[in-house]
């Protein structure tokens, strides 16, 4: 069993797991997968990705069909480099909400 004191090391180091089911038929290539790249930045964050069909394609039981573990960082930078086209699309890290803003 791992202590409580130690899973605090590993979260203030910046290590772990994002872990996503991702559906081969599905349009969403993604799956969500919104940390910015300076989030990441020095952390040692991997995602897994479990790939799923049903057994008879389109009905039947969820089955594994592979396991995939990549790098956090490395998929923020392909996300954003595929998705990101400036100067048409051009996409803002997202600001501190947790400090007021002054709206006036």
């Known amino acids: 069993m791992v202590s409580a004191n130690a899973i605090k090391v590993e979260m203030e180091r910046g290590t772990g797991f994002e872990v996503k089911a991702w559906f081969p038929m599905a349009t969403e290539i993604t799956g969500r997968f919104r940390e910015?790249?300076?989030?990441?930045?020095?952390?040692d964050i991997r995602v897994v990705v479990v790939s799923w069909m049903l057994?008879?394609?389109?009905?039947?039981?969820?089955?594994?069909?592979?396991?995939?573990?990549?790098?956090?960082?490395?998929?923020?930078?392909?996300?954003?480099?595929?998705?990101?086209?400036p100067p048409d699309y051009i996409c803002e890290e997202p600001q501190d909400?947790?400090?007021p803003q002054n709206i006036y």
Do not use: C, M, W
Request: hydrophobic share 40%; no cysteine.
């Open 36 to 43: 910015s790249q300076n989030l990441l930045a020095g952390k």
């Open 97 to 99: 909400t947790s400090v």
């Open 55 to 85: 057994s008879h394609v389109i009905f039947g039981t969820p089955e594994i069909v592979g396991v995939l573990v990549v790098d956090a960082q490395s998929v923020s930078r392909l996300r954003d480099l595929h998705y990101h086209k």
